[in-house]
């Protein structure tokens, strides 16, 4: 998905007052906050299922799943529905991502993601690519994988 | 246009090429119990005969060979009225794998392979060969290989009718109309009819022309159906009379008035008409018959005579037959299975959402609608279902053979007897389930069956036996593999485990959880590894399997007299006919087959229950959702118990509120739940809210524990 200039696509989204965003690559489709049916004992992260066009889709919580701690009132308005490894069976995964309110698509040039660390950074970096400046406002480039990853997130160098 | 076309044709004829290598192979397996039944040697001998001709057509020179060599040696069989050595039905079985390996993946070194098999078979071919007619025959073959070349003695005319009503995609499918219709010009005297569908007829989904040809031939029907092998299935084809009709003027002038007429013939009339003018009181019209067409001196009776043209017909009949069994199934891409499945259950959550309206709205006249939508749907679903439903028969040749190929392999006897094989499973499932029972049987050969000598020292019969079964039990299909073999020793298992670490030597375990241990993943008991099995990745790679089918597996055995297998699965993965229930804002649906009863309660007497009320005068476990699941949310004052059976008890379920019946269209909630123990799936209600499935069985197992 990458232009003439070598940039690529991004979706930005807003948790937390902070903006974030998935490579466009991965997004299916951005919907309303449907009805969420919540599965017994599943992952915290995992608030439950929705029904996306027919399909039983599980909703993750990416403020849940990035152990970003909430102090705004906005209440959740969107689900990013995202989807990787399509043409793998075995890896192949699709969920949707609750986020408060999705911003734009932004352009981005990997040459400028900047890689975080843990130390500076309010997000497990694990999860993330890096940030990016996006006209003096920090956008945090989310790792679709790691967010879709079936187990709870894991440290850096053990990922299966 | 020409290119991708005979692609497809090409791609055609090695589907149908494997289809019938398919059949051989169950023809031959009968042949090595009955080495000299005449149907099964004729089947084989048909079989490469018509590989050999289609092959020719194909330019596959290397699988005509193969196929002429093979169609010889079975040819001097029939003739002879011998039997199937055990060397040649190994060497046909052997010709089975090798073409299909020609056809699926030829690669460089084949010819090899081809030509040490050609000179096998030339050796049994050798001895009393008649060889100019044998050796000779490949290199003179070169018309398209389609006719027989050691032609039965001359048969006798006969008149066919044939009906040829193409589909709207012939022209896509690369047929040649053309060559169909010359083909049957080439078989003898004959009228053709060239028409079109009448408009009122014009949408039937067929090819805007259809023809009807009559036609005299002396080939054998046989080589009357290979002209229509690509396009069987549009084809019908009747014998009108035991004679050449041709030879008769009045038929001649019946032909003129068809070939006038617009419309279908009736070949019933077409008969009478052919009846009447073969009266056999009537002797001076057949004689020209017989001698008009055939250089033969017939006998100068009519060819009409009563017992032959009987038999004759009941063969025929039989061929129809044959070849109609074999036409009655169209082959479908499972994916367009999938799909109409798919469509089905859209279909099936709409109509709830139409009840919705009708009852918001309260319309009666929406109501009359939505009950013949209803029960159309029903019939709908269960027709749309049963189109994935095949019969386990569909397995049991592969198995036939692996048990014969492994015995053989092994030095052991083992018979292979099945029952219940009619028996039928999702498509899905039949296909996933020919790895793991693969593995079962293989383990019940390599390790359950003991070598003949020690059956003997034991007093059992030399041929050990696997006995594959199946049969329906509820909503379930069960299927047992059964041998006669050593058994599994539950103390050998015991030691295996402790010393595996698997249980402490302080455990103590039934015999039935000694066998289930035998599912962990490692535990391999195999005293010697072979080549076939024992490398401790089987049984639990079997369940794994079984437990995707949402099927369940246990093992029961006693030494020395062998080991039981059961397998319990669903009869299909994709629709659940549930009662809908709901615990605070969940709504829940528990499977119809396993719903005892529904019972009011008071709240009460479920806080004082202690888990346990008394039900038609029995003590009964009652588990209460609400707080097994973690729901939260105030109860209300009355509750619904479900009695769900459980093993061989009932176990009750208390839930808030019964809301109907629902046909719930199983979906998977996914990777992300397969560690979810209660949950079969989840369903897309009416309204499109989401409803989960509950799994009765592993919900109150874990809950109990």
Redesign the interface.
Same mark, same amino acid.
């Given at each position: 998905m990458e232009n003439f200039s070598g940039a690529t696509p991004y979706l930005s989204f807003w948790l937390n007052d902070k903006l974030y965003a998935f490579n466009i690559s991965d997004v299916v489709e951005v919907t309303d906050l449907p009805?969420i049916?919540?599965?017994?004992?599943?992952?915290q992260y995992?608030k439950g299922?929705?029904?996306f066009r027919?399909?039983?889709?599980?909703a993750i919580d990416v403020m849940d799943k990035c152990h970003i701690i909430c102090n705004t009132d906005e209440a959740d308005s969107a689900v990013i529905v995202l989807e990787i490894n399509r043409d793998d069976a075995d890896q192949h995964?699709?969920?949707g991502a609750i986020v408060e309110r999705v911003s734009d698509v932004i352009s981005i040039k990997p040459i400028d993601i900047v890689p975080i660390h843990n130390f500076d950074s309010q997000i497990d970096a694990s999860l993330a690519e890096g940030v990016y400046n996006h006209d003096g406002k920090i956008v945090t480039i989310l790792d679709t994988a790691k967010i879709l990853a079936?187990e709870p997130a894991s440290p850096i160098g053990q990922d299966k | 246009m020409q290119q991708p076309s005979l692609q497809q044709f090409k791609q055609k004829y090695v589907e149908e090429v494997i289809d019938m290598l398919n059949d051989m192979e169950g023809a031959i397996l009968t042949l090595e119990q009955n080495p000299s039944s005449l149907d099964e040697i004729n089947q084989v001998f048909r079989v490469m005969h018509t590989i050999k001709g289609t092959s020719a057509m194909y330019d596959f020179k290397t699988v005509e060979k193969i196929t002429h060599d093979v169609e010889g040696i079975y040819s001097k069989i029939r003739d002879a009225q011998g039997s199937v050595s055990k060397e040649v039905s190994t060497l046909t079985l052997e010709c089975v794998d090798l073409l299909r390996h020609l056809l699926n993946q030829p690669s460089a070194g084949d010819d090899a392979l081809v030509d040490e098999f050609l000179a096998r078979v030339a050796a049994i071919n050798g001895g009393g060969n008649p060889p100019a007619q044998q050796q000779s025959a490949p290199a003179d073959d070169d018309s398209g290989g389609m006719f027989l070349l050691n032609d039965p003695p001359q048969q006798n005319f006969a008149t066919y009718y044939v009906l040829f009503a193409p589909e709207a995609d012939i022209a896509n499918r690369g047929v040649n109309i053309k060559g169909i219709l010359d083909g049957i010009k080439e078989l003898g005297e004959n009228t053709v009819f060239e028409r079109s569908w009448p408009d009122d007829k014009a949408d039937n989904g067929k090819f805007y022309m259809y023809w009807e040809a009559i036609f005299a031939t002396d080939k054998p029907f046989d080589e009357i159906n290979e002209i229509f092998l690509f396009v069987s299935d549009e084809v019908k084809i009747d014998k009108i009379a035991d004679a050449n009709l041709f030879a008769n003027d009045d038929f001649k002038e019946q032909l003129a008035a068809y070939q006038l007429s617009d419309t279908q013939i009736d070949t019933d009339e077409l008969k009478a008409v052919a009846m009447l003018l073969f009266k056999p009181s009537e002797p001076q019209n057949t004689a020209p018959v017989a001698s008009s067409q055939q250089p033969k001196t017939e006998p100068a009776t009519p060819p009409k005579v009563e017992p032959n043209s009987e038999a004759e017909q009941k063969i025929i009949a039989k061929h129809i037959e044959a070849s109609d069994t074999k036409n009655s199934g169209i082959k479908v891409d499972s994916e367009k299975l999938d799909e109409l499945m798919?469509l089905v259950?859209?279909f099936v959550?709409t109509k709830a959402e139409m009840l919705l309206i009708a009852e918001k709205y309260d319309i009666p006249e929406l109501h009359d609608i939505y009950e013949k939508v209803d029960k159309l749907s029903n019939k709908l679903k269960d027709n749309a279902l049963s189109i994935r439903l095949v019969p386990i028969e569909s397995l049991m040749l592969r198995f036939q053979r692996l048990v014969r190929d492994l015995s053989r392999e092994l030095g052991k006897q083992v018979d292979f007897v099945t029952e219940g094989t009619d028996t039928e499973l999702d498509k899905t499932i039949i296909d996933n389930l020919a790895v793991p029972l693969m593995h079962i049987i293989r383990n019940s050969i390599d390790h359950g069956i003991e070598s003949v000598e020690r059956r003997r020292e034991l007093k059992k019969p030399d041929h050990g036996i696997i006995k594959f079964t199946a049969f329906y039990s509820g909503n379930n299909v069960f299927i047992q593999v059964q041998d006669d073999g050593a058994g599994m020793n539950p103390e050998y298992l015991r030691e295996k485990a402790i010393e595996k670490g698997f249980i402490k030597a302080t455990d103590h375990l039934t015999n039935r959880q000694l066998y289930d241990l035998v599912f962990l993943p490692g535990f391999s008991t195999a005293q010697k590894i072979t080549g076939i099995s024992g490398r401790g990745v089987g049984m639990d790679a079997v369940r794994q399997h079984i437990m995707k089918l949402r099927g369940e597996i246990e093992m029961d055995s006693e030494v020395d007299l062998g080991t039981i297998t059961t397998i319990k699965l669903p009869l299909t993965l994709s629709i659940v006919d549930a009662l809908l229930v709901s615990v605070a804002?969940? %709504?829940l649906l528990i499977p119809v087959y396993i719903i005892d009863s529904c019972i009011n309660i008071r709240r009460d007497v479920v806080d004082q229950s202690h888990g346990r009320i008394i039900h038609e005068g029995e003590p009964t476990p009652i588990l209460d959702l609400r707080t097994s699941?973690?729901?939260g949310g105030t109860p209300p004052d009355d509750c619904i118990v479900v009695m769900v059976k459980y093993k061989d008890s009932r176990v009750g379920l208390v839930i808030d509120k019964v809301r109907g019946e629902h046909q719930a269209v199983l979906?998977?909630?996914?990777?992300?739940?397969s560690k %979810?123990?209660?949950?079969s799936g989840?369903s897309?209600l009416g309204d499109?809210?989401?409803?989960?499935v509950l799994d009765t069985n592993k919900l109150i197992r874990n809950l109990q524990k």
């Open positions: 009805k049916t919540a599965i017994p004992q599943s992952p995992i299922v929705f029904n027919g399909e039983i889709l599980p995964l699709t969920a079936l | 798919n259950s859209e959550n804002d969940t %709504q699941l973690n729901m979906k998977s909630l996914g990777k992300y739940f %979810q123990e209660y949950l989840g897309i499109g809210s989401i409803a989960l």
